[in-house]
């Protein structure tokens, strides 16, 4: 499960920090800085995320 999960990440990953550096630049925080913040809050949700996601495909086995 592992190495599903960690496929998943990337995925998962550059995905939910994409979106959220798009929500805080299109909430008018443009600064490297809430930008870095963004990408790095939705790096850090993606984890638990992907795991979920990697759990739900192995049980659907």
Known sequence: MLSLATLLYAIV???MAGILV???L?????TLSYI???A???AILALPTSFF???AIKAAE
């Open 53 to 55: 996601i990697a759990k």
């Open 22 to 24: 798009v929500v805080a």
């Open 26 to 30: 299109v909430s008018g925080y443009d």
């Open 36 to 38: 870095l913040m963004a």
């Open 13 to 15: 990953g550059a995905t």
């Open 40 to 42: 790095g809050l939705g």
